[in-house]
């Protein structure tokens, strides 16, 4: 794995959850909107590290183990979560500073099984405005084969000063 934008150490030792958002990859950049929850239980739980972020391209994978439902395959669910953090996260890079981004709708098809390894998702935008956002989430697994296919749309509210 290439550098995941944690080389530069600046913010770290100010930050509550600097050692959790470097784990994930979170670039230093969005740190500071990201002071009370860091990235989030979920995200922890699920494994998930970006390996990406930039405004027209923000990636991230996810391991296959640990993220099962019970006939020992990915977990729709699991899915649903990386491509909803992957568009989530590029909603915030958006608006950084001035809107918050929150979930409207997140619609997903699953298109083949996971099953072993890691999967990782990238997400590019479909529309980018002042009050909303739209992403597409591609998630493959290692052999380049489409898992599954997302699009999410976020409402992009105010910072309130």
């Known amino acids: 794995m290439s550098d995941n934008f944690t080389s530069r150490t ?3 030792s100010a930050h509550s959850f600097a050692a959790q958002l470097a784990r994930h990859g979170i670039p230093e950049s969005m740190w500071p909107y990201l002071l009370h929850n860091g990235v989030g239980e979920l995200v922890e739980k699920l494994e998930i590290i970006f390996t990406g972020f930039e405004p027209q391209r923000v990636a991230a994978t996810m391991p296959v183990a640990g993220n099962t439902q019970v006939y020992g395959i990915l977990h729709g669910g699991a899915s649903a979560a990386l491509a909803e953090t992957l568009g989530s996260m ?3 890079l958006h608006g950084a500073g001035r809107a ?3 979930g409207v709708d997140l619609n997903i098809t ?3 099984a996971g099953r072993t390894g890691l999967v990782t998702g990238v997400c590019t935008p479909v529309h980018l405005g002042r009050s909303s956002t739209c ?8 052999q380049g ?3 599954a296919t997302a699009r999410i749309t976020n409402m992009l509210l105010p910072v309130e000063n």
């Not at 992403?135 to 290692?142: A, G, Q, T």
């Open 110 to 112: 699953h298109h083949k």
């Open 90 to 92: 590029a909603a915030a």
């Open 135 to 142: 992403h597409e989430i591609v998630i493959s697994n290692e």
């Open 100 to 102: 918050n981004p929150v």
């Open 145 to 147: 084969q489409r898992v």
């Open 10 to 12: 600046t913010q770290s």
